[in-house]
């Protein structure tokens, strides 16, 4: 196992900023990880493509189309992303 020293000298030589959020807050990458789960559950694993580009533009569009403006996601209240980020900015603008 790395030990955490080594682990930072890693993640700096490669020019990488390791997480330091906590559960549940804008750095927690747990939730993020759900968009790459999904389709590949809901998608990915139904269907074969011809190419990576045929699979890039299924992804794009799965994600633009459904998952962005209408699947709604417990980690923030039940609502989709986009209703989300918009009750968000409402709020910034009201403050």
């Not at 804008?26 to 045929?54: K, S, V, W, Y």
């Not at 794009?60 to 403006?69: A, C, D, L, Q």
């Not at 709604?72 to 409402?90: F, K, N, Q, W």
Request: glycine share 10%; charged share 25%; proline share 4%.
């Amino acid at each position: 196992m790395v030990d955490l020293v080594q682990s930072e000298r890693r993640c700096r030589d490669e020019g990488v900023k390791p997480s330091i959020g906590s559960v549940g807050d804008a750095n927690d990458i747990a939730m993020c990880e759900g968009i790459f789960t999904i389709p590949e559950c809901e998608m990915l694993d139904r269907h074969r493509f011809a190419c990576h580009a045929e699979a890039g533009m299924a992804v794009i569009s799965y994600v633009e189309g459904w998952y962005n403006p209408g699947r709604r996601h417990s980690g923030i209240g039940y609502l989709s992303p986009i209703a989300y980020e918009d009750r968000i900015s409402v709020q910034i603008e009201t403050t």
